[in-house]
């Protein structure tokens, strides 16, 4: 699982070769939490098939802004720089891999 800031956004995924699912969350969201481990799992599950990147939005206003996240964990779907798929909420893991699955 990679680690994203506003400063590496555009290269870690926007310019990445493949699909980046990335997480935004904060420290003191329960659900974000609740779902960290299943992303963990995740990331190895279909790893080269994708990258599960974390942007924390309090230490990184910029990005969250101009994706208008709202509400978090949200979780978005990244392919060739622009939005495939966005999710808002904890989720099952295996919901969370159906979405994923089904937005490669």
């Known amino acids: 699982m990679k680690i994203v800031t506003d400063a590496s956004f555009e ?62 964990p949200t979780l978005m779907i990244f392919k060739g720089g622009a939005v495939a798929s966005t999710k808002v909420g904890a989720m099952p893991k295996s919901k969370l891999v159906e979405w994923v699955e089904g937005s490669l």
């Open 11 to 72: 290269a870690e995924v926007l310019q990445a070769s493949g699909p980046v699912l990335v997480d935004f969350w904060a420290e003191w969201c329960g659900p974000c939490r609740q779902i960290a481990p299943a992303l963990e799992e995740l990331s190895t599950q279909l790893e080269g098939k994708i990258t599960v990147a974390k942007i924390n939005i309090d230490e990184n206003p910029a990005t969250p802004g101009k994706f208008g996240v709202r509400g978090i």
